[in-house]
């Protein structure tokens, strides 16, 4: 069993920035795809971003194309998402999730994910 625990978010003026990290256990991290999901209140759950095993592909939502940044490093079990020059639009509970599958172009869709954690609030004012 794999436990994912986020931690970064918070409150944030429009244009600012935040770096959400998601921190793994119970497997070797670096055989897990990981991804980012988030939730706006009303909305549905959502894709941000996702990341292959070693790094090396990415795969964003065209809506935070540019803005924001997924990185992993391996031998810390952690994956970060940096948010930058965030908008209210982006308000929401932000989520990461992994699988234990290999992924290298094309995103998992959300059903696909085994390992979710408990999400963290980020909320942008105007």
């Known amino acids: 069993q794999v436990q994912l625990v986020e931690s970064g978010g918070g409150l944030v003026q429009a244009g600012g920035s935040l770096r959400l990290s998601c921190a793994a256990s119970?497997?070797?991290?670096?055989?897990?795809?990981m991804g980012w999901f988030r939730q706006a209140p009303g909305k549905e759950r959502e894709f941000v971003v996702f990341?292959?095993?070693?790094?090396?592909?990415?795969y964003y939502a065209d809506s935070v194309k540019g803005r924001f940044a997924i990185s992993r490093d391996n031998a810390k079990n952690t994956v970060y998402l940096q948010m930058n020059s965030l908008k209210p639009e982006d308000t929401a509970v932000y989520y990461c999730?992994?699988?234990?599958?290999?992924?290298?172009?094309?995103?998992?869709?959300?059903?696909?994910?085994?390992?979710w954690g408990q999400g963290t609030q980020v909320t942008v004012t105007s």
């Open positions: 990341i292959n095993r070693s790094g090396g592909s990415t």
């Open positions: 119970g497997r070797t991290f670096s055989s897990l795809t």
């Open positions: 999730a992994g699988l234990s599958r290999a992924y290298y172009y094309t995103p998992p869709a959300a059903n696909v994910y085994q390992y």
